[in-house]
């Protein structure tokens, strides 16, 4: 059965996501790395993996009909995963009610068959990918603070030039 490789993201409007990139760009000289390009710059809340094409239709169908609280989430730090070694910005500490809405969002995909991740919700935006140092930048540019009312499906394509990113639905906002 085909199958579509699928996460659900915040994804940071055109000025958010050049402000993102200019912090990518101060790191790349003490972390290197591969940027990420500034079009594919976004915060994951739940990755799924590889999807049923029956189950990645209803969520499609289903994602706007899932209402995310609005809030907000202030960047303000550089961290780094070893594995993958990437270098991220994120949040000192996660805001509540981001952490609501990540854990009210595996709540409702339960529903659909998923189990939530073992691991803690590690809210981040990475910009370099196959960094070479382990320690991430000692500091990082002004806080940066993103106001989120949706989130959007998207589907992961590999291709010859690394992964390629569709959005294929997107949650409608509260209603003003
Ligand atoms: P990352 O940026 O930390 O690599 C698409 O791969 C998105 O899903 C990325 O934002 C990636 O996070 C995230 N993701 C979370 N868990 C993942 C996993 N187990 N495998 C691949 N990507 C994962």
Do not use: C, K
């Not at 969002?105 to 196959?130: D, I, K």
């Amino acid at each position: 059965m085909p199958t579509a490789r699928l996460f659900y993201a915040l994804w940071p409007d055109p000025p958010m996501a050049q402000t993102l990139s200019t912090w990518a760009a101060l790191a790349q000289p003490h972390s290197h790395g591969r940027p990420m390009r500034t079009e594919t710059l976004h915060m994951t809340l739940a990755f799924l993996g590889q999807v049923e094409r029956e189950i990645a239709d209803e969520l499609i169908d289903a994602t706007a009909y899932h209402r995310l609280q609005p809030g907000s989430v202030t960047l303000d730090r550089y961290g780094v995963f070893d594995r993958p070694r990437i270098l991220w910005a994120g949040p000192a500490q996660t805001p509540d009610g981001l952490q609501a809405s990540h854990d009210g969002l595996w709540l409702w995909l339960s529903a659909f068959g998923f189990a939530p991740p073992a691991q803690p919700f590690r809210p981040h935006v990475t910009l370099l990918r196959n960094i070479e140092r382990h320690d991430p930048p000692a500091s990082a540019p002004p806080p940066l603070t993103w106001r989120y009312d949706r989130m959007v499906l998207v589907a992961s394509e590999s291709t010859d030039g690394g992964s390629r990113y569709r959005v294929v639905a997107r949650s409608r906002p509260q209603p003003g």
